[in-house]
């Protein structure tokens, strides 16, 4: 170990992680001025001053059959990123979700002696009550969960997750309703998700239900959200064919949108929080939902539907998913009452989720695990 300033390993995948690791590291420094943050990430770790050992870019999948591609590469990486921490281990070594990478990453440690603390952040399976993986993560690492639901089943296994509610529920506050859209317009919020495949099945059946409710509001405004400057690059010629304006990130565009139509994914959480009448979506190839099916059977997938355990939030998934019903659940949306009835429940998956302090709470506990 360092006998100088604190040093911490922190591993995420995509996009999701990534934004809760520098949630975290931002309200960690502000104890640890010197920590020092290195390993793997994209440009928003990057930028909260992390040293990148391995760049994301490219890593996150859509379905296990996308994945088998990357394999080859992605365990190759892990070896080489055990064997550096064997030979220089940190004080900490923090995993962030992206399970098929970072549980093989501790097994992979421990399994060549690594006894430095590692702690599991957003473990995996939330919502898929797995045993073993469950207790797999508590072997390798210390898990700290973002779910009451994930700290009861640890707990029913006799595993101590850590627990202190949700990191959003302490940056995201519910902003001001905007006044009722005029009939003929109001602005739609786009957002169809960052990975390659969310962009393929996701935009079209975007523009062609927005083309849709054009019909009825002819001055609709429509804003997507585009993961990063290059993302928005890519995508600016395909929207401004169909009269959509590209913004920079989630935020970006539901800071001013009056309804959203979301691809499922902590988007979905920002949209609720903030409070954004929303709908959402998802799609697979079919032999990829065929997949999910098998190893899914819970009732909803949205993380706001999950958390209140009743829909409180349109989900359209895979041939529900057609213009025509994304245009009719926006077309409700844009509705005073529909929208406030959603925005009220809404308020109360707030109170389920977390509060003001669970980013202070858990920066807590992470710096007890490094000293």
């Known amino acids: 170990m360092s006998a100088g300033a604190p040093r911490i390993y922190v591993s995420c995948g995509e996009a999701s992680g990534e934004l809760q690791a520098v949630l975290l590291l931002e309200r960690l420094t502000r104890v640890l001025p010197d920590l020092s943050v290195s390993g793997i990430g994209g440009a928003r770790l990057r930028a909260a001053g992390a040293r990148l050992r391995r760049d994301n870019r490219g890593w996150a999948s859509m379905g296990p059959l996308s994945a088998l591609a990357k394999i080859p590469k992605l365990l190759a990486i892990m070896w080489l990123e055990t064997l550096a921490l064997v030979r220089d281990p940190v004080e900490l070594v923090l995993l962030v979700d992206f399970g098929a990478f970072n549980l093989r990453l501790a097994q992979s440690l421990r399994r060549l002696g690594y006894s430095a603390p590692i702690a599991y952040y957003f473990p995996p399976s939330a919502w898929l009550d797995r045993e073993g993986t469950a207790r797999e993560v508590a072997r390798t690492s210390q898990?700290?969960?973002?779910?009451?639901?994930?700290?009861?089943?640890?707990?029913?296994?006799?595993?101590?997750?850590?627990?202190?509610?949700?990191?959003?529920?302490?940056?995201?506050?519910?902003?001001?309703?905007?006044?009722?859209?005029?009939?003929?317009?109001?602005?739609?919020?786009?957002?169809p998700g960052s990975r390659p495949q969310?962009?393929?099945?996701?935009?079209?059946?975007?523009?062609a239900a927005t083309a849709l409710l054009?019909?009825?509001?002819?001055?609709?405004?429509?804003?997507?959200?585009?993961?990063?400057?290059?993302?928005?690059?890519?995508?600016?010629?395909?929207?401004?064919?169909?009269?959509?304006?590209?913004?920079?990130?989630?935020?970006?565009?539901?800071?001013?949108?009056?309804?959203?139509?979301?691809?499922?994914?902590?988007?979905?959480?920002?949209?609720?929080l903030t409070g954004v009448p929303c709908a959402a979506l998802y799609v697979l190839s079919e032999a990829q939902a065929r997949i999910g099916r098998r190893v899914y059977?819970?009732?909803?997938?949205?993380?706001?539907?999950?958390?209140?355990?009743?829909?409180?939030?349109?989900?359209?998934?895979?041939?529900?998913?057609?213009?025509?019903?994304?245009?009719?659940?926006?077309?409700?949306?844009?509705?005073?009452?529909?929208?406030?009835?959603?925005?009220?429940?809404?308020?109360?998956?707030?109170?389920?989720?977390?509060?003001p302090r669970t980013l202070d709470d858990l920066a807590a506990y992470v710096q007890g695990l490094i000293a």
Request: proline letters at 7%; aromatic letters at 6%.
């Open 297 to 355: 059977r819970g009732r909803y997938i949205t993380l706001p539907n999950l958390i209140s355990g009743e829909e409180i939030l349109p989900e359209l998934l895979q041939e529900r998913a057609t213009p025509q019903a994304l245009a009719a659940a926006a077309a409700e949306l844009f509705e005073g009452a529909a929208a406030e009835r959603m925005r009220e429940r809404f308020r109360h998956m707030r109170l389920l989720l977390g509060t």
């Open 198 to 207: 969310e962009l393929r099945y996701h935009l079209p059946r975007l523009f």
């Open 143 to 191: 898990p700290i969960v973002p779910f009451a639901h994930q700290r009861d089943f640890y707990r029913s296994l006799g595993i101590d997750a850590a627990y202190f509610g949700h990191p959003l529920a302490s940056v995201i506050e519910e902003r001001a309703p905007l006044p009722l859209p005029p009939a003929g317009g109001g602005t739609l919020a786009l957002l």
């Open 214 to 272: 054009r019909r009825e509001r002819p001055h609709l405004h429509a804003v997507l959200a585009a993961h990063d400057d290059e993302a928005a690059a890519r995508l600016r010629a395909q929207a401004k064919a169909a009269g959509v304006e590209v913004v920079r990130g989630a935020h970006a565009a539901l800071a001013c949108a009056d309804v959203a139509l979301i691809a499922s994914g902590t988007a979905v959480l920002e949209a609720a």
